[in-house]
């Protein structure tokens, strides 16, 4: 991963990122203005219905609005600061494939560790009443994997990727993710995503040149998790719990399976399955767009 341009993804050469004085700098600045931007998007999903007094069904049309007006914003501030196409961030000939491939692997994934843990009998799982079907999708699954993916793989992957070299825009885009998620766990929890999350999310970025296999796995892994599987959830069609009395290493805990010891080598064994399926040359089949500079 030493040299960039074996990879799809295009980091930024040219605009506020051209080689010179001062680059490692300039990139982290923009890296944080952008994040600061997606941050106050976030916020407005949040919040804008109650500041402007909207009826209370408006929340589904600014949820489901806002992530797409983030992504046209994103691209139009990296046309004009970068002067390069925000091909990341475009949709292309091979957009819904991607989506659709990463919605697999996430939901494989997920459906796979938890019913291991389940034979191994670390889980409980058992049939539930299914509700809230959409508001789970729109308000936890499709808000978090559009925003999250955007901040942690298209603006600080690739910044502190363009600052520090890739290797370390991946371990520390990776790291940020994890403990952006230790208001909902304890270490084990930021090790965990860290690593099944960070790295391998990061990795499908890195290996396809754009953010929507990302987008699609972590939008499934949520969508399976709280309303498919029913962690940490009632509403789901089914309800999984960790077995009272087993080790929290092995089930996750109360964050979920996502974070056990079993989910750990999982996600480093489809690490390294992502650089090798791209090293077979898989994923330049849905590369299908320049990587020119904006004239």
Known sequence: MNNNQEWPIVLGTSGILV????????????????????????VLTQYL??????????????????PLLALVGYGLLVAAAEGRRPVEVLPHRGTIAEITMGALIGF????????????????????????????????????????????????????LGRAFGLAWGLVLSSVLFGLAHLTHGDWL??????????????????????IWMSIGLHTAWDFTEVSLLGVNSHNGLLLSTPVAGKPELLTGGQFGPDVSVLSLLIGVLLSAAIVFVWKMGLFRKTQPFETHEVS
């Open 19 to 42: 080689p010179g004085r001062w680059l490692r700098l300039r990139a982290v600045i923009w890296a944080i203005f952008l994040s600061a931007c997606v941050l106050g998007l976030f």
């Open 49 to 66: 219905g109650g500041w402007l007094h909207l009826p209370p069904n408006s929340s589904y049309y600014i949820v489901l609005g806002i």
């Open 108 to 159: 494989l994934l997920l459906s796979a560790i938890t019913a291991i843990l389940w034979s191994l009998g670390l889980y409980k799982v058992q049939a539930n009443h299914w509700r809230r079907v959409f508001d789970s999708f729109v308000f936890n699954s499709y808000l978090s994997g559009m925003m999250e993916e955007l901040m942690f793989r298209g603006i600080l992957l690739r910044l």
């Open 189 to 210: 929890a930021v090790v965990g995503i860290t690593i099944n999350a960070g790295f391998t999310m990061g990795l499908l970025y890195i290996a396809t040149g754009s």
